[in-house]
């Protein structure tokens, strides 16, 4: 079986890093790199720390405008479709990349498998939204981390090529986990007691008065909060004039390697955070999550307890911080971290049949 995985953004890399090792080991992949995130603590570390290949193909095609940077990375990927012939396109999550893949693979011969199907936040103003939406509506396979995402494409008059097969997130956890309690973890200057914020979200970042009211809530917390800041929020806080205050409430720092964000969560008494992943990985690592959006496409985790919506707002997110306890009981959500075996026996049935 011959595969083309499309990747660009740091959640790809570690959702690819699975699959990636379970495919190389029996099958032809090869790897494409949009260049949609090109800092070194966004994409080379990831490679590094995952084993993740070289990729075959680097598009670099850097930030742009949402249009000009899914055009960039769908004229190169349809000259290498054409080329390649694979297969099997294999798209993940809802970045522009997801899309830019999905577009052009759906409309050349080989099969389009989205690793991350059937997930929705219902909130159309995410550009997130649009891709995974999108996506799914041209995948010929759909590989959901849930029975709820199941659900929500049958909703959606998608029942053909749906597999429930657990979230391959999970599956890197539990390696990187293994690896950092067999080895170690790096030394680390955090205070004992902290709550870890990741913010990214253009809703958050792209608003003044969001952005700002959240920094408020920070600066309001009575545990100290450690930072680690995506480039985009860095640039919008220094734009607003926040940056000083946001340095003086928290500890900000350059976004981490994976394995140390993890321990990072691990060690949380909160995790308050906008981000989609890291939803999920405060579950899995027994960390209560405080989730600064009004919606989430990871629904099961409010249901079960362990994340509460919050939005923006400063007392809402001081107030649920201040209460956040972990629940009485954990679910099994999203599998039990064999997703990228499954998918691969997936698509090794589909390619044959
Ligand atoms: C993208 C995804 C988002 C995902 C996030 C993961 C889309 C629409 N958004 O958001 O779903 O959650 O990645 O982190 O695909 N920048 C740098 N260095 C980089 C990359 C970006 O400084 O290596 C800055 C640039 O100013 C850029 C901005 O960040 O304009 C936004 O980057 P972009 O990739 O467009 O979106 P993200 O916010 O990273
Ligand atoms: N992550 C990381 N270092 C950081 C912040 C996040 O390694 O400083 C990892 C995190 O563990 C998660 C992934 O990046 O697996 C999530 O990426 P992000 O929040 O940027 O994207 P989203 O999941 O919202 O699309």
């Keep these: 079986m011959d595969v083309l995985s499309v990747v660009g953004a740091r959640p790809q890399f570690v959702k690819a890093a699975a699959v990636s090792q379970q495919l190389r080991g029996e099958h032809d992949e090869r790897l494409v790199h949009t260049g949609q995130h090109y800092d070194t603590e966004l994409s080379a570390v990831f490679f590094d720390e995952l084993a993740l290949p070289e990729p075959e193909f680097h598009l670099g095609v850097g930030s742009d405008s949402h249009a000009r940077q899914t055009a960039a990375m769908m004229t190169e990927l349809e000259r290498i479709i054409d080329d390649e012939s694979p297969d099997v396109v294999l798209v993940y999550g809802d970045t522009n990349s997801t899309l830019a893949g999905a577009l052009v693979a ?76 067999t080895h170690g973890t790096e030394e680390s200057d955090v205070p004992d007691e902290y709550v870890l914020a990741t913010v990214h ?14 920094i408020d809530a920070f600066e309001h917390l009575d545990t100290p909060v450690v930072f680690p800041a995506h480039p985009r929020t860095v640039a919008a806080l220094r734009e607003y004039g926040l940056w000083e205050r946001t340095a003086a409430a928290t500890h900000v720092i350059e976004p981490v390697n994976y394995g140390r964000f993890i321990t990072l969560v691990e060690g949380a008494t909160c995790v308050a955070t906008d981000s989609g992943g890291v939803q999920k990985e405060a579950f899995y690592l027994d960390t209560p999550c405080v989730t600064l959006r009004e919606t989430t496409e990871w629904i099961e985790t409010v249901d079960a307890g362990w994340n509460v919506l919050v939005g923006a707002d400063t007392d809402q997110i001081v107030d649920a911080v201040r209460a956040a306890a972990d629940p009485p009981a954990k679910p099994d959500l999203y599998g039990s971290g064999n997703a990228a075996t499954r998918i691969v026996r997936h698509l090794e049935q589909q390619v044959e049949s």
């Design 201 to 214: 979200r253009a809703k958050n970042t792209d608003n003044q008065d969001r952005l700002e009211s959240i």
């Design 106 to 181: 759906a409309k050349s011969s080989p099969l389009l498998a989205h690793v991350e199907a059937g997930l929705r936040s219902h909130d159309w103003s995410m550009p997130e939204e649009v891709n995974r939406r999108l996506t799914d509506h041209c995948s010929d396979l759909l590989f959901t981390p849930g029975p709820h995402a199941k659900a929500t494409l049958e909703q959606e008059g998608i029942t053909d090529g749906v597999f429930v097969t657990g979230d391959v997130m999970y599956d890197t956890l539990l390696q990187i986990r293994d690896r950092l309690h």
